[in-house]
C-alpha cells in the first residue's frame, strides 16, 4: 500500500508540473504574444470589393498582366523573369487563386496602396493610382472569379511564398534567386523546409498574419491571407517539417499502455509470491 501512495503522490506532482508550471513559465519566458488579427482592422473596407468580372478582366490586362501573369485564365505575363528581376529584385507573383488566398478587403486596399497594407514602405510593386475604387472593384470580382477552390496548403504556400522562400525538402526553389532577394530585402528568406520544427504553430499564425508584430521592422510584407489560407499554410509547414510525427505519437501511447501492463503483471506477481513466503 505505501508504494501505491508514493506511486500516486509522484503522479500528481508530475500533473502539477506539467499543466501548472510548464505553460506558467512558458508565458513568462515568451512574453506576451500578439493575437492574430484576420479581419485587417486597420484596413479600410470603402473600397468595392464586387463588381463586373468582364470588366475587370480587361482592367487586369491592361493594368496588371506587364508584370503579372493569371495561369488559371491563360494569361502570360508581358515581362519575361531575367527583365522583372532586373526591375524589381522580385519575381511578380502568378496571381491564379490570390482572389481565394487572401481577404478581399485587404487585397482591395493592396491594389490602391501596396506599401501601406504590407506595413513595408519598399515594397516593390507600384500603387495603381490610375485605378478608381470601382474599378479595383471589377479586377478584385475578376480575381476571385478565376481562383479554383479547396486548394491545399502547399498550393496556396507556392502562390503566397514562392516568390521569395525556397522549400528545398519538398523541391520548392523561390522564383527569384538569392542575390537579388538579398539586394531588395536587406538578407535571403529562410528556405522553409523545416521551419515548422524551429517555430510552432502560434507563432507562425502571428508572424505570418503580421510579421511587424513578432519581428518590428522585418521587411517580409504583411500578406493579407485570410484565417483559412493562414491556417493551411502553418499546417503544411507543421506537417512537412515533421512528416512522422503523428506515426510516433499513436506509438508513443502504445508503449506507455505496455508498460503499465507489465507493471500490472510485475506487481501481482510480487504479491503472489511474498503472500507464499509470510
Ligand atoms: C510594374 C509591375 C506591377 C504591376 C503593373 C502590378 N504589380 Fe502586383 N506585384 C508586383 C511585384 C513586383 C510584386 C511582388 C512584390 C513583393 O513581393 O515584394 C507584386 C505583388 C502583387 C500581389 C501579391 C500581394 C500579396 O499580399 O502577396 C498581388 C495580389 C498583386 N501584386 C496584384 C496586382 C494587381 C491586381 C495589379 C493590377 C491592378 C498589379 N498587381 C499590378 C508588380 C506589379
Ligand atoms: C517578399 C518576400 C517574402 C514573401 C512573399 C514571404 N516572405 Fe517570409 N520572409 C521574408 C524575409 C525577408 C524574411 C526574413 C525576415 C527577417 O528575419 O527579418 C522572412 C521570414 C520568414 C519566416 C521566419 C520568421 C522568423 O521568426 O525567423 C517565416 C516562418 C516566413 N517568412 C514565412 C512565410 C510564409 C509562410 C509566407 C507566405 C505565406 C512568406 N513568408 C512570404 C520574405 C518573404
Known sequence: MKELKILLILIVLVLIGYWGIEPYAHSVMHGEVKQPDHTYKDVPKNIPTTGDPVKGKELFTTNCASCHGLKNDGVNPGMDIQTSITSFKVVPPDLSNIGAILDEHFLAYFIKNPQDATKNPKFAMPPMAQLSDEDIGHVVAYLKSVTKKDLTGKEITVEA??????????????????????????????????????????????????????????????????????????????????????????????????????????????????????
Open 161 to 278: 511564398c514562392g516568390r521569395c522562400h525556397s522549400i528545398k525538402y519538398q523541391k520548392v526553389l523561390s522564383d527569384t534567386p538569392k542575390e537579388p532577394l538579398k539586394e531588395y530585402l536587406g538578407k535571403v528568406p529562410p528556405d522553409l523546409s523545416v521551419i515548422g520544427k524551429a517555430k510552432n504553430v502560434e507563432y507562425l499564425e502571428t508572424f505570418i498574419n503580421n510579421p511587424q508584430n513578432t519581428l518590428p521592422g522585418t521587411s517580409m510584407p504583411r500578406l493579407g491571407l485570410t484565417k483559412e489560407s493562414t491556417e493551411k499554410v502553418v499546417t503544411y509547414l507543421d506537417q512537412i517539417a515533421d512528416p512522422h510525427r503523428d506515426q510516433r505519437n499513436t506509438l508513443g501511447i502504445w508503449v506507455i499502455g505496455y508498460l503499465l501492463f507489465m507493471a500490472g503483471i510485475t506487481f501481482a506477481w510480487k504479491k503472489k509470491i511474498w503472500k507464499n513466503i509470510h
